[in-house]
């Protein structure tokens, strides 16, 4: 996705989701010179038209799948392994599901600074699980896997040894259920994410109600 395309995904949620992260965070982020949706000049400024049940389900949807990346066929592929559950397990899964992608992972280290970024990373290799170099994204994580740095990427860019400052960055945002050795530069995912964890801005509930028509 072009940077362009990011803050008009942001404008047409009508919220920020922190796709291109420190800009979000900075008076660059074109979300707060234009926070309406997308569209010619003369829809600029106009209030957003109450959306029905429907549209809030779907728009829950695509604020998800926009947050961590994903396509809708494989997004209806973890839909499908949560509805698989009952009851809370439903939502719980599709949660674990989206966090446990390798990708989402790297970015909650702090190794990227974006989740775009992160899956450029794994693409391009910089990235091993219990030792081997992984390659995929949407790779799924488990309870005891070693998330590492691979050895000729250990001085390049983001890898760099991390001074005191970073530490402990990474040690107040990364999530309880990743144990992380900045010394080693790995982690360990300890348990499986639990919902009571999300920071995420997305009704879950929705994303379920939506697919459950």
């Known amino acids: 996705m072009t940077s362009h395309g990011t803050c008009r995904t942001c404008r047409g949620a009508g919220e920020k989701l922190f796709l291109k992260g420190e800009k979000c965070f900075s008076p660059k982020c074109v979300f707060n010179k234009r926070p309406t949706g997308p569209g010619n000049a003369s829809s600029l ?12 389900q779907l728009a829950e949807k695509q604020k998800a799948r926009n947050i961590y990346g994903v396509g809708e066929t494989q997004f209806v592929r973890y839909i499908k392994e949560a509805t698989s559950k009952k009851g809370s397990l439903a939502t719980a899964t599709l949660y674990a599901n989206l966090e446990t992608r390798l ?3 790297v970015f909650r280290l702090g190794f990227a600074k974006s989740r775009p970024m992160a899956r450029q990373l794994v693409s391009h290799g910089h990235t091993t699980v219990n030792g081997r170099k992984v390659t995929v994204p949407s790779y799924r994580l488990h309870v005891g896997d070693i998330i590492g740095i691979r050895p000729g990427s250990v001085e390049k860019g983001p890898f760099r040894e991390p001074n005191e400052e970073d530490h402990k960055k990474k040690d107040s945002s990364v999530p309880s259920w990743l144990f992380f050795n900045p010394d080693k530069r790995e982690a360990e995912v300890k348990t499986t994410p639990q919902l009571k964890d999300k920071d995420a801005s997305f009704d ?7 697919y459950s028509r």
């Open 45 to 56: 400024g106009k209030r957003r038209a109450p959306k029905s049940e429907y549209g809030i």
């Open 204 to 210: 879950i509930t929705a994303i379920m109600e939506f």
């Open 103 to 105: 990708d989402n992972v």
